[in-house]
């Protein structure tokens, strides 16, 4: 099977993309002026009925990339063909790996379908709520349904939903869906969809070994890739520190900077609690994000932090996929990620929409190798840095050396670097000059 690239210029205005007056007006509404590079060129494709897979970064605008076109095509079915489904029926279906991010699409999709006064019915299933109330709300089917895929399963065992008049398929976070811990549970969903069918993948990063699954799912794909490491509102910065003092200086960044909103990853539910409680000793309030609070303190938390009624939120990966959280100055890796890619969709969060953003690693010792482990994977390199009062040993640069020894740096020793644009703007976002 062949893969069309498609390379298309930026239309001026969304009219140009073919689109109907009640999305034109929707659009105008909510100040969208200009397609993002992505709408740009996955728009016509998603309206021709292309198989598609789309990589841009996060933040660049995919939902819209997909509900548009996808509104379009419904709205165009419901007027001109007389509607044969059953009950319990679902034309477009938007699998998603979270609970967050199911609501989020589905609350996106619902928002540009405004003037369509209500024709076409959108509804969003995941776990951790009542599935009563999501039997109820898919009675009589629905045009789109936004679903993680284990809530998904349930409901169609207890028939509240058949897969068999599904026209499009949507894998958002595409690279999540096709990894291991979804791939039984995908299998199982597919064998339940019409072969012919629109297929969407859509994702921030597409790595090689998922790219190959991708084949059998698509037929005669265009594929678009606007992925960039190198993003002009995003300023990534490491910096380092002796191992054990990682949340004395985190605690030291927050209070210096006074920042209103961070969100620190690490990389375990336990993590969290144990992090909130170093930082809560050093009088700073965190509240945590992971798979172990309740669906309905999740969304408190979550929707608080979006807020901005919550200063610091501590999370596990859960909150690195997808979630719009408008103008987040900071992210912060306390613990690296431990898949390379997860760390393009960690720092996504900040820098979205064109809106500036900061993105810190802080890293001690054990941490060089995978750090950079991550740099080749995402064709990255960046200065380690220190904080002054967090100044470390500096080791050899060996990291596949598995006898790496500290180096004391003699002092004087070395030209002094010249900044580079990127760390100018990274000092002046800081507050360093």
């Known amino acids: 099977m062949s893969i069309a690239t498609t390379n298309q210029p930026t239309p001026n205005n969304f009219t140009e993309l073919g689109l109907i007056q009640p999305l034109l007006a929707r659009l105008t509404e909510m100040k969208y002026q200009q397609p993002t590079p992505i709408q740009a060129q996955a728009i016509p494709s998603v309206l021709a009925r292309r198989d598609l897979i789309a990589g841009a970064n996060t933040g660049s605008g995919k939902t819209a990339a997909f509900a548009l076109p996808l509104l379009q095509y419904l709205h165009k079915i419901k007027t001109t063909k007389h509607n044969n489904n059953d009950g319990n029926y679902v034309t477009g279906l938007v699998l998603v790996p979270t609970r967050e991010l199911a609501k989020q699409v589905a609350d996106s999709i619902k928002s540009y379908a405004v003037h369509f006064n209500g024709a076409i019915k959108t509804v969003a299933v995941f776990g951790g709520v009542s599935a009563n109330t999501q039997m109820l709300a898919l009675r009589g089917g629905t045009d789109i349904l936004v679903a993680t895929p284990g809530r998904l399963l349930d409901l169609i065992s207890s028939n509240a939903i058949k897969l068999d008049n599904v026209k499009t398929l949507i894998l958002d976070e595409a690279d999540r869906m096709l990894s291991l811990g979804f791939t039984e549970e995908l299998a199982s969903l597919l064998a339940l969809m019409p072969k012919q069918k629109q297929t969407l993948l859509f994702s921030a990063t597409f790595p090689e070994q998922v790219k190959a699954l991708t084949l059998d799912l698509l037929n005669d794909p265009v594929e678009i890739q606007l992925q960039s490491a190198d993003s002009s509102t995003l300023v990534q910065r490491v910096f380092t520190v002796n191992k054990g003092q990682k949340t004395a200086l985190l605690a030291h960044l927050i209070k210096q900077h006074k920042w209103q909103q961070s969100l620190i990853f690490v990389n375990a539910k336990n993590a969290c609690n144990h992090l909130a409680d170093k930082l809560s000793k050093r009088g700073i309030t965190a509240e945590v994000f992971h798979g172990d609070k309740g669906q309905g303190a999740r969304t408190r938390v979550l929707d608080a932090f979006k807020a901005g009624e919550i200063q610091v939120l501590i999370a596990t990966d859960i909150a690195a996929r997808g979630l719009d959280i408008e103008k987040l100055p900071v992210v912060i890796n306390f613990d690296?990620?431990?898949?390379?890619?997860?760390?393009?969709?960690?720092?996504?969060?900040?820098?979205?929409?064109?809106?500036?953003?900061?993105?810190?690693?802080?890293?001690?010792?054990?941490?060089?190798?995978?750090?950079?482990?991550?740099?080749?994977?995402?064709?990255?390199?960046?200065?380690?840095?220190?904080?002054?009062?967090?100044?470390?040993?500096?080791?050899?640069?060996?990291?596949?050396?598995?006898?790496?020894?500290?180096?004391?740096?003699?002092?004087?020793?070395?030209?002094?670097?010249?900044?580079?644009?990127?760390?100018?703007?990274?000092?002046?976002?800081?507050?360093?000059?």
């Open 336 to 433: 690296l990620p431990r898949s390379p890619a997860d760390y393009m969709h960690r720092i996504g969060r900040s820098g979205r929409a064109g809106e500036v953003g900061l993105a810190l690693s802080i890293i001690d010792h054990e941490d060089y190798h995978h750090f950079n482990v991550i740099e080749k994977k995402n064709k990255l390199r960046l200065e380690r840095e220190q904080v002054a009062g967090f100044e470390t040993i500096e080791f050899e640069k060996d990291v596949f050396s598995s006898t790496n020894k500290p180096v004391a740096k003699p002092e004087g020793s070395g030209k002094k670097k010249r900044k580079n644009k990127q760390q100018v703007n990274a000092d002046i976002w800081l507050g360093n000059v």
